[in-house]
């Protein structure tokens, strides 16, 4: 789960937001993304949901309207051409819808009583909140199904405390009790039978009999990165490596894969300077313009292929109850603790686990 920038292809492309040209600009980078394993779209349901955080601003995918009789109304043109255009390159696991709780808690709507842009300040556990967020949800619900999308879609939040996702999962229950919830963040193990899409940092740790009971249930458990963690990371001044390190460490702990926050969310000049003002260099995008790959990222792809192929034997292992086969795994996958990574480079731990599945 790369989360994907339409807004930064379109003004490094000098094409109309949404326009013929930009999906067909687009075109290329999703494809890669889907080619590397690329299972979840990443949506914006209302303006700046991350506030400042990329170079190109995420805007609504959904236009909020509030009607001159007070009631509220909402168009999901260019949610639904997003969504299709990706659903069409085949990206089609996951719909995750950011974010009810942004990290600047206001709210932009088109008022039509003053015919202008205004914002609500608001947060959850106000009433201001709830009757804006409940008239968008049942709305949202609905138009869901009749997409027929709403059993992948999810509400989705990141990083944010406790006691605000309580308040918030409230008025999505209210809403429509069968929603999903996706949460991107710190462990909190009270939370984990709310949430079907589960994702916490490298550094924190899902109790073993909490991972089996999300497995049991079909719920998606991953981890993430982010400028946190000086290693293993995926920075531009990273090992390579490092990159391949993570679907290794994913298998290992039993994981479903990883998410990293930013998959093109370009500088101003990616080609020449990838640092960005606010977080380390190459934080930001894997991936270049003209749909250029990088190192990191094919070393993204070769950790996601180990991955694969370490599923693929343990199933096979397990049919033939072939348990010198199954201790040879978790042998070579014990290798992946991130502590090691002090005083053994990641290359030569992916070599050692690598010559013991060779043989």
């Known amino acids: ?55 190109d601003y995420f805007e609504t995918m959904v236009t909020w309207i509030k009607k001159a009789d007070g009631s ?16 069409g390159l085949g990206i089609t696991k996951e719909i995750n819808c950011y974010s009810m709780v942004p990290w600047r808690l206001s709210f932009q709507y088109f008022d039509q009583a003053t015919n ?9 556990g106000e009433p201001a909140y709830e009757e804006m967020w409940l008239a968008m949800l049942k709305s949202f619900s609905a138009h869901l199904k009749e997409k027929g999308w709403f059993s992948i879609t999810h509400i989705s939040m990141d990083e944010r405390p406790m006691e605000v996702m309580k308040e918030t999962l409230k008025v999505i229950r209210k809403a429509d009790p069968d929603f999903k919830v996706s949460l991107a963040g710190a462990l909190h193990e009270e939370l984990s039978e709310e949430l079907n899409d ?61 998410l990293r926050w930013a998959y093109n969310s370009w500088v101003i000049e990616p080609l020449l300077d990838s640092r960005f003002y606010t977080w380390a260099a190459g934080d930001t995008y894997f991936i270049y313009p ?5 190192l990191r990222f094919e070393h993204l792809i070769a950790g996601i292929q180990a991955f694969e192929k370490i599923r693929i034997l343990k199933e096979e292992y397990t049919r033939t109850n072939n348990r010198a086969g199954l201790r040879r795994i978790e042998k070579a996958l014990k290798l992946f603790d991130e502590k090691t990574l002090r005083t053994t480079p990641a290359f ?3 070599k050692q686990a690598k010559a013991i599945f060779n043989e």
């Open 198 to 258: 589960y994702c916490v940092a490298l550094r924190m740790k899902y109790p073993e009999a909490m991972k089996a009971r999300r497995k049991a249930e079909g719920k998606v458990t991953t981890f993430y990165t982010s400028c946190e963690e000086p290693y293993p990371n995926t920075f531009t001044f990273s090992p390579p490596a490092e990159s391949e390190w993570l679907g290794w460490y994913a298998a290992k702990e039993g994981l479903d894969g990883y």
């Open 72 to 87: 509220w109304n909402f168009d999901y043109t260019v949610f639904d051409r997003w969504v299709e255009f990706m659903m």
């Open 290 to 294: 003209g749909a250029r790959s990088s």
């Open 116 to 124: 202008s842009l205004r914002e609500i300040q608001t947060k959850p």
């Open 1 to 55: 789960d790369l989360w994907q920038n339409p807004f930064a292809i379109a003004r490094y492309h000098q094409v109309p937001l949404w326009s013929r040209e930009h999906l067909e600009c687009m075109r290329p980078y999703m494809e890669l993304y889907r080619d590397a394993g690329g299972k979840v779209i990443t949506t914006s349901i209302m303006h700046k949901p991350w506030n400042g955080q990329t170079y």
């Open 348 to 350: 030569a731990v992916i």
